[in-house]
């Protein structure tokens, strides 16, 4: 038999056909394989997992099939405790298949420490912009005498005065004194430092003990 003549052949027909009913039926089961693999149709609902511990979110999921893993700490926020679940990827509530990680975030211990900056001679102005950079809040603005118009002289949290240097929490509030513009110049009051806690006492002298001095004749005067 001829190629032309068996393709055209009620036998190959026939065979193309088994051949294709294979095909299908293979194709089937392969779809109802990947389906059972896959729990297609069987989603489960994220939790919300917000202020929780690792450990404890971490049993959660387990209970139905799903991980936990930990991306970062990230800056503390006094709206959550301390070592918690602050944000989670994917969103509770979302639909996902089991197996699927959950990844999240936590809360870090306590504010982050800040080192307060020069503030010598610099304006209120021209150290709030720096105040509002390093996340710290502005409290009570009080004014006294001084030759600059608000001129930063001292800066106090809780009470306590603070210099350049100093370390405080981020988020903290500072309150502020500054110059009110209306002093005359004088050594004391220009310079921004606190006046010295003590002075030296002066000198005191009764007039009834001064004796007056002795004259004596010159000689060579008139």
């Known amino acids: 038999m001829s190629l032309f003549k068996y393709l055209t052949s009620r036998t190959f027909f026939l065979q193309a056909a088994i051949a294709a009913s294979i095909v299908a039926a293979f194709t089937f089961l392969l779809i109802l394989f990947l389906d059972f693999r896959t729990n297609h149709g069987e989603e ?3 939790p919300d997992l917000s202020k929780m511990k690792l450990e404890v979110a971490e049993e959660k ?11 970062d ?4 926020n006094a709206d959550y405790p301390p070592f918690t679940i602050l944000e989670q990827d994917p969103k509770a509530g979302s639909l996902v298949k089991d197996g699927r990680k959950i990844y999240v975030k936590l809360n870090a211990g306590e ?28 409290g009570k603005i009080t004014y006294k005498p001084h030759i600059a118009k608000d001129v930063v002289l001292q800066i106090y949290q809780n009470g306590r005065r603070l ?15 500054l110059g009110d513009g209306k002093e005359v110049f004088n050594e004391e009051t220009f310079s ?11 000198e005191e002298t009764n007039p009834e003990d001064v004796k007056p001095e002795e004259f004596k004749e010159n000689n060579g005067g008139i």
């Open 163 to 177: 210099r350049a240097g100093d370390i405080v929490k981020k988020n903290s509030t500072l309150d502020f004194v």
């Open 44 to 46: 489960i609902k994220v």
């Open 61 to 71: 999921l387990n209970e139905i099939d799903l991980e936990v893993f930990l991306l």
């Open 192 to 202: 921004s430092e606190e006046p010295s806690d003590t002075l030296p006492p002066a």
């Open 73 to 76: 700490t990230v800056d503390f």
């Open 111 to 138: 504010f982050t420490n800040i080192e307060i900056p020069e503030f010598k001679d610099k304006t209120f102005r021209q150290i709030s912009a720096t105040i509002k950079s390093l996340t710290l809040k502005e």
